[in-house]
């Protein structure tokens, strides 16, 4: 099998590069935090020196990295991917980031004769783990047919949404619709536990019927154990609204919903719970209404 | 089997009629439109002259009307339900109204002697045609278990979510998730439209992921093909928002995102489309953001 390049081994990358592992690849490995490399390569990757020294060992190179400047200092920056890579080599961009950053990199990437795909997932960690990732691809057809046999390992959705920067788009679509799912939710539980019914019968009752969600199926349950260990950080979320709402402006779309979740997000970062799961929302609409979501004793 | 009385035989009265028919009750039936109560009729059940006639023909009267008004009048008005049944009568009322006129009308029919249960209904047409309607019980539990034969005849979740009015709340918390589950559609729809992705793309992905829910997979499809045939109408889930903001705001719980929303389905009617599919809020947007959410030729 190919030899594979992996920049970023956080949540997501470290259990999709394993995947990769697992079904025969070659890595080689980059992070900046050396206890993530170390466990990656225990399990049969090979560490590089740099970013560079990644795209010199390998001809496909995939990025998973928390935010823009992220991938532009691993991609365009010293001792980057660009200045590793040979000519032809084809770079995989799996992080969420800002669309207009993403289309700067990929000018470059092409001036400099390489093949670039941006890839941005959902499914969480979760999806990580259990390799059931939807992943939302733009680029070239041809570039996309070279790595979906990669994509395959790691997820199970697989769509080329487009040309290059459709899949940044479409995960700032999805991002949108799960943040007002989260609100939704929040909104439906706070009402009828402070309207006397028990949330458990709420949530048995709406996951039966056309309210049914992803969303509420997966966080409804752990909202009543109040549980807010992410999962997915409200940070984070924040950061997609705020890019989902900059290609918005970009574009000229109006978003009511989207721009009305991303300030309930702020207030839980003011809060200091920038760090709860994103169904944490669900406590700043309990702190204005004077209730908690959970079942009677 | 027992004589049931059945009073509004509308969209969703008429298939709910027609499966205890069909189950083997003998129906005893009322509506002011003569052409529904025939439909019926000709499917084996009997017409009534009056909603208080129905309640003497039977001992247990199902109610699925449009709105609060509809059911003061049926039930406690000139010739009504109250007029007409024996002691110990137990009253059914499946429609979706205000909790606050739901209350009041349990407290005549308890201190008339007769049982009452609320049981308002989510899934819409299409989950009283296939008898998967998700049903909320609020009333007593020896109620709820004399009626429940009947509710498994006309739906699939069944859930005894509290005392009296505990049916209503739920519904209206079921109306706030669907409505900002509708407009979360509508923003990442148009969004990734007017950025330039097939949005049939879009709804294969985020299908696929942590977005999944019914309201995309059942409206989303319709979308694109521009069909806004009810379904579920603007009128009737505005009217739905009003009644769970007004809910709330005896509650004292502030509910952000419905509100936003409830006024999105006012600019619907306002532009003269409340007849349309609730999904059609997408219109609105897209009026505002200058894009139909359609895939490209």
Redesign the interface.
Known sequence: MASIGFIGLGIMGKPMSKHLINAGHSLVVYDIVPAAVADVVAAGAQAASSCADVARRTDTVITMLPDSPDVQRVLAGPDGVFSGARKGALIIDMSSIS?VVSRQLEQQAVALGFKILDAPV???ER?AVEAT??I?VGGEPADFQQALPLFQIMG??I????SYG?GQ??K???Q??????M???A??????T?????PA??I???T?????????E?RGPEILKRNFKPGFKVDFHYKDLNI?MA??AE????????A??RE?FSAMRAAGRGGYDHSGIVTI?EE????EVKSPK
Chains 1, 2 share one sequence.
């Open positions: 669309p959902s499914g969480g999806g990732l939807s939302m199970k959705t769509v080329h949404v487009g459709a788009v479409v700032a679509c999805n949108v619709m799960v943040a007002m799912q609100e939704a939710m909104e439906a539980l706070v009402l009828g402070k309207a006397g019914v028990d019968k709420i048995e009752v709406l039966g019927g056309y309210a049914k969600c992803r969303v509420m997966v989902a290609t918005a574009y000229g779309v109006p978003l009511p919903g989207t009305l979740v309930l609409l204005m209404a004077k209730v």
